[in-house]
């Protein structure tokens, strides 16, 4: 009977005098009830957004709040009024039911009431779980009209990946909801959520409509409350309606459900043939009564009524016919569903091995070595290292991989460049990961099962990501106790991996946990997945910068650096720091007076962090100079500076080395070109204007051959000019990206090339770090020094 309805109220009147009095005999054809739940995230992704923790959940009480004052009861089409019940719940890792459906009309304040005192939980992200509770919370409470069922899930849309979803998922979640024809809207926290995630809770794109909850603009939270209230109006469709008399009379007789209509029997009573043919026919009546529209066409022509009433199966096809279909054309129905995602299709078939490949040509006999003896070689080990890992929600699964792979890489780097032994009698390493309360778990060697190294990293690589609240201090009191108390060797390092956000309002073990028990502590603050820098304070805590022999900090951009070469090798060397060298002296002496310039390179393709190294490196080099032996009378003086595409002398020639030393600690790096043939040239000037004419002068000059702008013939005529104004170049060059030409035109003096002598005035590491390891730094002024 919905077709009468949507006829028009006041038309039904004039047709059919009784409506009025049968609506009112129920009140079921006076309301239409809509369910509305509230799915509110109380995480610790969202918790831990801002400061104070609190903001953006007081954020997302204060928007549900505004809505609930927004669901009025207002008439709808048919004279119904559109009524409203509504609950909420909020959730993290555990469920808190806030209130369940209650009746907005009677209910309203108390609702509002229960929301305020919402409290966050602060754990991990189980949305599914979340969603789900809604879903059966509208099924056992609110109305019987399943069509009119909605709620809104308010969330940031975390954790990015499925592997913490104890509930089946996000997926299977929305679509437990189309099932039970319940609609979600998903409702972004703020507008830099995972819109991915949050169009997969949304029933369609028409329920996501970047919904934002706790906008800096007021308007743009009402804006969305708004939209979803009048989307629901327009969508939520009329209950059944019931008609008891009319339908008692349809059924009885046709005869009796005509007289209930004064006016159309009074019609009919003219036409005696078709209101007995009629009569005969109940079905056929019955069917025609569900089309008002065109009862009353084929009313208005009695003859064509009557003739059709000879034909009743032609009378049935026409009753089919698009004469049904006279009114105004109804609106679209909504966009389908999308189906779920299909299976993985099965792994092809391996290909083919190739066919070997054709021997390489025999590589150039390498130059005569140089006549030094070979380094000593360094032992970083025994040691003990233990890894303190953030396991928390807001590190994210992909950078919980990330740090996991970084783990065993430190392992395998230390064994390779640092000659570390790791074993039961020797070097010992563990790994403890974090998260909330009571949420820790240690692996070490010397576990049952775990008695390799290969062992560990499998048990390193088999930890799953826990995804709770970060509580940093209680994690390292743990791994005091059950791990790094165990370490036998003198030298424990431990380095604890964190975006450096704990919760240190709920967590009351103090971070310092670890300070005047004799341990290195290394601090890695990594941004966090939304872009947030690590908590300084809280970092500097946990590594005991006030202990007599404080730990160290990185803070990196994300987790990816953690893996980066550059990064790896700092790391090792701090770790490394106490490592024995033997004591080879290496003495190095002046026969004459000697004025020594160091130009250091600070163009952009060196970086800040390898700019930083060279200067340490010119220190222990200026260090050596001015502390060598010297015959009779003879002084040495240094000058440091650097070069780009502009030439700075950061510290004239001087033999005082606390003066040089202050001045090469202040120099800045310039980030900008190169050219290396004007640094040779503002060297030459300052050689000429230092006086002295019997003195020996040297240049050592840091360069990869490359040089915007230069010619070999302009690089060996500037060369040429360096030799014959008495001048003795080196040159230190870095990795192997170089320009091998150059670098041969550089230490050729300006003539036909001479393997010796470039030999030994031409130094080579793999990279900025190497400057500092070893003795080369040794090797570097017993050459300089050298006539």
Same mark, same amino acid.
């Given at each position: ?257 005509? !007289?209930? /209509? *004064?006016? &159309?029997?009074?019609? #009919?009573? =003219? +036409?005696?043939?078709? $209101? @007995? %043919?009629? !009569?005969? /026919? *109940?079905? &056929?009546?019955?069917? #025609?009564? =569900? +089309?008002?529209?065109? $009862? @009353? %066409?084929? !009313?208005? /022509? *009695?003859? &064509?009524?009557?003739? #059709?009433? =000879? +034909?009743?199966?032609? $009378? @049935? %096809?026409? !009753?089919?016919? *698009? ?13 389908? %569903? ?450």
């Amino acid at each position: 009977w919905r077709p009468l309805c949507f006829w028009g109220p006041s038309m039904l009147q004039k047709c059919f005098g009784a409506l009025p009095q049968i609506c009112a005999s129920t009140q079921s054809c006076l309301r239409c009830p809509v369910d509305l739940f509230f799915v509110l995230d109380t995480s610790e992704s969202v918790a831990l957004r801002a400061k104070p923790p609190n903001f953006y959940i007081d954020q997302i009480k204060s928007f549900t709040e505004r809505f609930i004052m927004e669901l009025k009861e207002m008439r709808h089409p048919c004279d119904r009024s559109l009524t409203w019940n509504s609950g909420a719940l909020h959730y993290s890792d555990e469920i808190i039911l806030v209130r369940q459906l209650s009746d907005i009309a009677t209910e309203r304040q108390a609702l509002i009431s229960d929301i305020k005192g919402i409290s966050y939980i602060g754990k991990g992200t189980h949305t599914d779980c979340a969603i789900k509770r809604g879903i059966a919370e509208l099924l056992i409470g609110g109305s019987h009209y399943q069509e009119n069922k909605y709620i809104v899930v308010v969330t940031d849309g975390h954790p990015l990946t499925g592997y913490k979803e104890p509930c089946g998922g996000l997926q299977e979640a929305a679509n437990e909801a189309r099932q039970h024809g319940v609609k979600v809207f998903s409702v972004a926290i703020s507008p830099d959520q995972e819109d991915t995630r949050l169009s997969v809770i949304a029933t369609d794109q028409n329920y996501r409509q970047n919904f934002t909850a706790a906008d800096n603009s007021r308007s743009t939270q009402l804006q969305t409350i708004r939209s979803i209230i009048d989307m629901i109006v327009r969508i939520t469709p009329l209950p059944p309606h019931t008609f008891p008399l009319l339908s008692i009379s349809l059924l009885l007789s046709p005869p009796l459900f005509i !007289s209930s /209509f *004064p006016l &159309l029997y009074l019609y #009919l009573s =003219s +036409f005696p043939l078709l $209101y @007995l %043919y009629l !009569s005969s /026919f *109940p079905l &056929l009546y019955l069917y #025609l009564s =569900s +089309f008002p529209l065109l $009862y @009353l %066409y084929l !009313s208005s /022509f *009695p003859l &064509l009524y009557l003739y #059709l009433s =000879s +034909f009743p199966l032609l $009378y @049935l %096809y026409l !009753s089919s016919s *698009p004469l049904r279909g006279i009114g105004n054309k109804g609106e679209r129905g909504h966009k389908g %569903y999308k189906g779920d995602k299909g299976q993985q299709g099965t792994d092809g078939v391996d290909g083919r091995k190739g066919d070997p490949g054709f021997p390489g040509l025999a590589g150039c006999k390498g130059s005569p070595g140089p006549d030094v003896s070979p380094p000593p070689k360094c032992k970083c080990g025994p040691l003990d290292l233990a890894f303190i890992v953030d396991s928390s929600e807001s590190i994210g699964s992909t950078n919980f991989a990330l740090a996991k792979d970084f783990i065993i890489t430190v392992i395998d780097r230390l064994i390779k460049d640092q000659q570390v032994n790791f074993g039961f009698n020797e070097s010992r390493v563990g790994v403890v990961q974090y998260s909330g309360d009571g949420a820790q778990e240690a692996v070490r060697l010397g576990d049952p099962n775990i008695n390799t190294l290969t062992e560990l990293k499998q048990a390193v690589r088999d930890l799953r990501w826990l995804a709770e609240a970060t509580y940093t201090g209680e994690a390292l009191q743990f791994s005091l106790t059950n791990m790094i108390d165990r370490l036998q060797q003198e030298n424990r390092v431990v380095l604890v991996l964190t975006d450096g956000r704990s919760d240190i309002t709920r967590d009351k073990t103090p971070l310092n946990t670890l300070c005047g028990k004799g341990i290195k502590v290394g601090g890695l603050g990594v941004k966090d997945y939304s872009g947030r820098q690590p908590n300084h304070e809280q970092l500097s805590a946990v590594v005991c910068t006030s202990d007599p022999k404080p730990g160290f900090s990185f803070v990196l951009e994300n987790f990816a650096e953690l893996l980066d070469d550059s990064f790896l090798q700092n790391l090792t060397t701090r770790i490394c720091e106490d490592k024995k060298c033997p004591n080879y002296k290496c003495p190095i002496s002046f026969s004459g007076d000697t004025d020594i310039v160091l130009m250091m390179d600070s163009s952009a393709s060196v970086g800040q962090r390898n700019f930083d190294s060279s200067k340490t490196f010119v220190k222990r080099l200026a260090e050596r100079f001015l502390s060598a032996e010297r015959s009779g009378r003879a002084a040495v003086r240094v000058a440091v500076g650097q070069y780009s595409r502009e030439r700075r002398m950061e510290a004239e020639l001087t033999s005082n080395l606390t003066l040089l030393t202050s001045k090469i600690e202040a120099a800045t790096f310039q980030n900008d070109g190169t050219d290396v043939t004007k640094a040779m040239a503002f060297a030459m000037e300052k050689f000429q204007t230092s006086g002295g004419g019997n003195r020996k002068r040297k240049l050592v000059l840091f360069s990869d051959g490359r040089s915007q702008g230069v010619t070999e013939a302009m690089l060996e005529k500037r060369v040429r000019l360096v030799s014959e104004g008495g001048v003795e170049l080196y040159v230190i060059t870095v990795g192997n990206q170089v320009s091998e030409a150059n670098l041969r035109s550089l230490v050729s003096r300006g003539r036909s090339y001479d393997v010796t002598y470039a030999q030994r005035h031409l130094f080579r590491v793999p990279d900025y770090p190497s400057l500092l390891r070893g003795v080369f730094y040794q090797t570097v002024s017993r050459r300089v020094s050298q006539a």
